[in-house]
Every structure is written in C-alpha cells, then in structure tokens.
C-alpha cells in the first residue's frame, strides 16, 4: 500500500483506510496523503495515559499514510473547562512527540497554540446549522423540564412519547432559539432538539437534544453564547469543518454513531452544498490494570488533597508519568504494543512499566547512590598510604553503549553502603556483608566485614578491611598453589569524600488493586497509601551529571530534557521537575531494575 511509515503497527483500521485509498473514496485513488485525523480532548483534566492511546492511534495514522491530525478542544461545556487544562494538554501532545499543523516550537519563541483548533470557534457555524435543520422541520425547541424530557423516553423495549411541542411551527422554534441563545430564557427551561424517531430502537436517535441553555462563562467565548452545543450535534461538525476523513473514537461511541451519520445527512439533504461527511471508527478503550483512566476519579484525588495535583509522580496522568520519569518513547511502544482492536480488555500494567525499563536500560547513564547508608571505615586504608588519601575509580556509564565512555568516581577510607546490604549471623547463601565475608565494591577494591558497630541495637558502621591488590573490583592474583579467591556478591557504594547528599522519592503504583473500586464499588479504598516514599540523607557520587562523552555517544540525551539514571542495583531514577530544594537535588524512581508486583503476586 501507498504508505510513507510502514513500520508503524497495522491493524482493522488501516486495513479499511487502505481500501479506501485504493478506491480514492477521499480524493485521487492512490492518494495517502488525503487522511485527516485529530485528536479532540475535552478541556476538563488532564490527559492520562489512555488519551496516549488516542493520541498514538489518530496522529499516528496520519504520520503512516503522510496526512495530518489535528488537535482540537471540544469545547463545548464551559462548567467544567479552564484554560490552564488546555495549557497542559498541548505540551502533554508534543511532549508524546506528535506534530499538528501550524505547531509552532515554544522553545525557538513560538506560541505554544499556534495552529491548536477549538470547538468553540465553530459555534457560529454550528448555530446557522441549526436553524437550517429547523427551517426544515427536523429540528424543534422543547419547553419541557429535563424531567419530562426523561420521562418520556421510553424504554430498550417500550418506544418514548412525543414532546408536544415537536409539531410546533418552524418559526416559533426560530425565535425560540434566538432567546435562548441571547439568554433570554432561564437554564433548563428549553432545549433545541432534533426531530428524528421517538420509536427507534436505538435510544441516542429518540429526539436527541442539541443545544442546552447554559448562562456561563466560556474560558474563550465569554459571556456571547447562552446556549452550548451537545456532544452528538457539535462532534460531526467539528469533524465536518476541519474535512477530517477518519474520526476515530472508543467503543462507547458505536451506538452514537447513526446520530453522528443521521445530523450531517439531514443537514445534507436537498441542500445544493452539502458539507463534509467523515467517517467515525470506533475502536477499544485502554484500559491497564492497577490504575484509573477517568478524569472525573482522577480529579477527585487532585481535589481531595490525595495527591499533590495532576501532575504528582503517581499519578497515571501523561504530565505525572513524565515527572516520573517514564519516557514519551515508552509510552508510545506501550500504546503500539497493546494494539488498536474492537475487543475491550484489562492491559497489563506491567508491560507499560516494562518499556520503560526497555527503554532507559538502553539510553540511561550508571552511576551509584547508596539510599539508606550505612558508614563502612576501611581499617586498613592507612596501612598502604596516607589515611586520608582518595584513589579516583573508573566506572563504565552504559554497559549498552561502550561509546559512553567512563567516569571518574571517588574511592577512600570511609565509604556508605547499603543498610540492608549487611544482616547479623547472616546464612551460608548470603553473599553480601556480614562479620567474616568478602565483598567486591563495583569498581572499588574487595573488602571483609570485620565488625559491626552497634549503638542501642542499631548498626552505626561496619569495620571493614580492603585488599589493595583488587583495585578496579578486579580478582586479586593467583596464590603461591595457584587458587584464586572468588566472591559472590558485588556491592554499589559512595566514598564520604565529595558524596552528593541527595532526597530520593520511590513511587509505586498508586493503588493496590488490579481493578481499583471493583471490590467495595469505592475506588479510593484501594489506594496504596505507600505508593511514595521520601528518603532522605542518600548519597550519591559526586560526578553524577551526564557527561559530554555520554551526550556524544547518546546516551542521557533526551527529547524532553529531563535527566534519567540508573542507580545501580535500585532501579530507574529522574530529576524531579523542582530540581533541587535548598540545593540538595530530588530523584524520583521511575521504576525498579526488576517487576517486583508480578513476583510477589506468584508467591
Ligand atoms: P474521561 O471519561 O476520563 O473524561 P473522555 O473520553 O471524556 O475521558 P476526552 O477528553 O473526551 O475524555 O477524550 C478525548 C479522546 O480520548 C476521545 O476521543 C476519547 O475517546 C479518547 N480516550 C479517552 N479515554 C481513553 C482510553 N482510556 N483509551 C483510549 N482512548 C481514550
Ligand atoms: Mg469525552
């Protein structure tokens, strides 16, 4: 097929796409370049990752076949809609990677919503199209309540009553409309509706309303409207003005779609210019386990003061993912991974984390940060030079990548390990510290726990003494019978001298349920209320910045600035977005080295 990525995931969609290239349904046969997409969020939160799905399905159908996909705000319901959601929406799209027309880059001083289309700049459109419907009898005000208007709707199996009202003359509907448009009339008090079928099996197609009177700001329109488009009526519009060919929204949809069909017809019908028809494609929701994907839940917690805002660290929302440390590329090959189906589904969030660990394995620069230490003096240090004396280690920045190069880490008599990387009469299989065993510091020396130095029950430091013949972590020579001495376990470590006190934040999925709420109906029952954890006092060697030789080789450059590590040993770790508090830096954990959920679920 005529496609300019093919490396992009095929799926049910292309494959109707490609049939219609081929026949030139949208324009010239052969023609990819005709596909139009866009993504359409509501300005009300912030995007999460299933709206990354969305995103990854429209705007990468353009890229696959060289067409365009725009983003546009629907709207539409000034209650709930602010500027600053809108803000956050527009970097959360080009933080995914993804282009619109007219996108122009902030950081070169362009406007951030340059070419960013909005609903409500079509409500003047929207509303001359109204009225034609009604000029034609296919549409009607209805001075019922919203009560009444429910009341008779009628059941799956019993069709509804009609308004009595729905025969009332054009022209009074006309002048109707204008009232509530210019908020001449109460809220509530009349709605506009479509004439359709109040017998129809299909619920969405019983009079729908169109237009509902609300007297409320618009965070763009100001007070000029009284009245706002619904869903239905505005979403084929929308589409119809932009000439979107593909309108590709989640299953819920599917029954909506003979009203999508059934407006643009009407207003189609014995019209001498007819307007745009895009096609809607339904397609499965995202759905990971563990976390949740509405805004509304997703507010609440923001509101209620359980997290500390939309963009907290454990939050499943796109700008909480990012501060995280989660990387646009891993969440792309996620949303690309779990596929584009018509079958609804609970997607595991382990493979989410997963591309992470994929992707920063590859891309993130080593370097070591003892998070709970515990001080280790090495006895001995003084017997083979001044006591006082730091040996500079050579540690490799990415095993993946020999091109990153090496760093200069920091070795001397008082170290920090681990806490837990000691442990009392520990057994046979134990190969990390305890009194009489031997060690190897990744890129330091070999040492044997000597002592362990107690206060009130609590281990202060660990008497330790080193091997000068294993500079590096390298095995000593051979003794004079030719045996060489091995050990088991290697441990990271920080020398006292020029560690980097540090605050390290271990986020963990933020409820404990696969289904959060599906046990008591209450999804805030199952929060995990150790879903963030703050150390402090962690220690971290002193050349922990990406070097130019890292950058060289790419490893540590990423597209969105933000720096990622991995600590040895302890996993994925970013640069929070505040920096540092009072100069000491904050990390939060991406993720650890390994999925410790699926292993402690199989126990
Ligand atoms: P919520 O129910 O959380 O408010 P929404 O669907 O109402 O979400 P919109 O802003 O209207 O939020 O969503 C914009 C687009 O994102 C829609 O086309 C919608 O179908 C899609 N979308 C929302 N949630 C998901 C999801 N979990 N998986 C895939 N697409 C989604
Ligand atoms: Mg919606």
Redesign the pocket.
């Known amino acids: 097929m005529d496609s300019q990525h093919d490396d992009t995931p095929r799926h049910f969609i292309t494959e109707i796409i490609d049939g219609e290239i081929a026949s030139g349904r949208w324009g010239d046969p052969g023609d990819a370049s005709v596909v139009r997409t866009r993504?359409?969020?509501?300005p009300?939160?912030f995007l999460?990752v299933?709206?990354a799905?969305?995103i990854c399905v429209s705007f990468g159908l353009a890229e696959r076949y060289g067409g365009a996909c725009n983003l546009r705000f629907?709207d539409t319901n000034p209650e709930k809609e602010e500027d600053a959601y809108v803000r956050a929406i527009i970097e959360d799209v080009r933080w995914l990677g993804f282009a619109w027309p007219g996108m122009a880059d902030p950081s070169a001083g362009g406007d951030p919503a340059a070419g960013v289309l909005f609903a409500s700049d079509y409500f003047g459109r929207m509303y001359e199209l109204a009225r034609g419907l009604v000029e034609k009898g296919l549409a009607y005000v209805d001075e019922q309540s919203p009560e009444e208007i429910r009341a008779q709707r009628g059941t799956l199996k019993g069709p509804g009553t009609g308004s009595p009202f729905r025969d009332r003359p054009a022209s009074e509907s006309l002048a109707l409309l204008e009232k509530m448009k210019s908020g001449g009339v109460e809220d509530g008090s009349m709605v506009l509706r479509a004439k359709i079928d109040m017998a129809s099996p299909n619920m969405n197609l019983r009079d729908p309303v169109m237009y509902r009177v609300v007297r409320a700001a618009h965070h763009r329109t100001g007070s000029e409207w009284s009245i706002y488009p619904m869903y239905d009526w505005a979403h084929g519009l929308e589409d119809s003005i932009e000439g979107i060919t593909h309108s590709?929204?989640?299953l819920e949809?599917e029954h909506h779609r003979p009203l999508y069909d059934w407006f643009i017809e009407a207003i189609n019908r014995d019209n001498p210019e007819p307007i745009h028809h895009s096609r809607q494609i339904e397609f499965a929701?995202?759905?990971p386990s563990y976390i949740i994907?509405?805004?509304?839940k997703?507010k609440q917690l923001v509101d209620g003061g359980v997290v500390d805002g939309w963009d907290d660290p454990r939050m499943p929302t796109l700008s909480g993912l990012r501060r995280r440390g989660f990387t646009p590329e891993a969440i792309r090959g996620f949303c690309d991974g779990v596929g584009v189906t018509k079958f609804n589904a609970v997607h595991d969030i382990g493979l989410l984390e997963n591309a992470a660990r994929n992707d920063l394995n590859r891309r993130a620069p080593r370097r070591m940060c003892v998070l709970d230490p515990v001080r280790v003096v090495i006895e001995n240090w003084g017997e083979h030079g001044e006591a006082d004396r730091v040996e500079m280690m050579t540690g490799i920045n990415n095993p993946e990548d020999e091109a990153a190069g090496t760093r200069e880490i920091p070795f001397g008599g008082v170290l920090y390990v681990e806490r837990d990387d000691y442990m009392d009469d520990a057994p046979k299989k134990w190969f990390r510290l305890t009194e009489g065993r031997e060690v190897r510091l990744r890129y330091g020396y070999w040492i044997t726990c000597r002592e362990a130095v107690k206060e009130n029950g609590e281990l202060v430091e660990l008497r330790c003494t080193y091997d000068p013949l294993t500079r590096g972590g390298d095995s000593p020579p051979a003794d004079a019978e030719g045996r060489v001495r091995k050990v088991k376990g290697t441990l990271h470590w920080v020398a006292k001298a020029g560690a980097v006190g540090c605050r390290v934040r271990l986020i963990d999925r933020l409820f404990t349920a696969e289904r959060p709420g599906k046990r008591t109906d209450e999804f805030m029952d199952d929060l995990n209320p150790e879903a963030m954890r703050l150390l402090e006092g962690c220690r971290l060697e002193p050349n922990w910045r990406t070097t130019g030789g890292e950058r060289d080789a790419g490893t540590g450059v990423w597209s969105d600035g933000i720096e990622r590590f991995q600590f040895e040993r302890q996993g994925y770790f970013c640069v929070d977005a505040c920096g540092a508090v009072d100069g000491v830096p904050v990390f939060n954990r991406t993720v650890p080295l390994r999925d410790s959920w699926s292993k402690s679920k199989g126990k």
Request: hydrophobic letters at 25%; glycine letters at 8%.
């Open positions: 993504f359409p969020p509501e009300n939160g999460h299933g709206h799905k969305a629907d590709l929204c989640t949809f929701r995202l759905n994907t509405s805004k509304r997703l």
